[in-house]
């Protein structure tokens, strides 16, 4: 049931994509001193709905447009997803990586290439609006063809392993939950 109540955080998260509950269950989980880094900040309220999740932890936002808008106590991070320079600028581990960017199938594969390594063990990385292969509708308009659905589908190879980089995966209505294995130490470490 959707709520026709007015949000505190005014962001798509909430509606009309009904996100808020799962990101909720993840904050409760990661605690208060979650390290997080969203790509793609437009308005900035995302940001805000994590700076309030994590009061005691760093929010950092990637975005290629410098007019988008960072609130107060998070990092602006300014630069395309997909570019390997903005890993300068994103030191560290995070508890949670969002990529609520392109939603372009290969932009969005690359960058989970770049940026799984910065997730810690146990930490997750989750891709928003997946569902943009699979539908059309008055927002999003004509679906926007295999990309997505080709990325959401890799992931699942991953699974064949249990002492692989991935625990767990879930697809819910737009959003791919992708848990780092506690456990996990690559090659070589």
């Known amino acids: 049931m959707h709520s026709t ?3 505190y955080f005014d962001t798509d998260k909430v509606e009309p994509h ?20 969203e790509l793609g900040v437009e308005g900035g309220e995302s940001l805000r709905m994590w700076r309030s ?50 939603h372009e199938g290969p932009l969005t594969q690359h960058s989970w290439m770049l940026l799984w390594s910065k997730v810690r063990p146990g ?4 891709i928003e609006d997946w569902m943009v292969a699979l539908r059309s509708d008055d927002r999003w308009g004509p679906c926007w063809g295999p990309g997505m659905l080709k990325v959401a589908e890799s992931f699942l190879t991953m699974l064949a392993n249990r002492d692989g980089p991935i625990e767990e ?7 791919i939950i992708i848990r780092k294995n506690l456990d996990y130490k690559p090659e070589g470490k």
């Open 18 to 37: 009904g996100y808020f509950q799962t990101y909720v269950q993840l904050a409760a989980e990661i605690g208060p001193r979650g390290r997080v880094c």
């Open 123 to 126: 930490g997750y990385y989750v």
């Open 53 to 102: 999740f994590f009061p005691l932890g760093e929010i950092y936002g990637v975005d290629r447009d410098k007019q988008a808008i960072w609130p107060a106590g998070t990092v602006k991070v300014v630069g395309e997803q997909n570019d390997p320079a903005i890993l300068a600028d994103l030191p560290g581990q995070f508890d949670l990586i969002i990529d609520d960017c392109s």
């Open 169 to 175: 995966i879930r697809y819910r209505f737009g959003l």
């Open 5 to 7: 109540e007015p949000s």
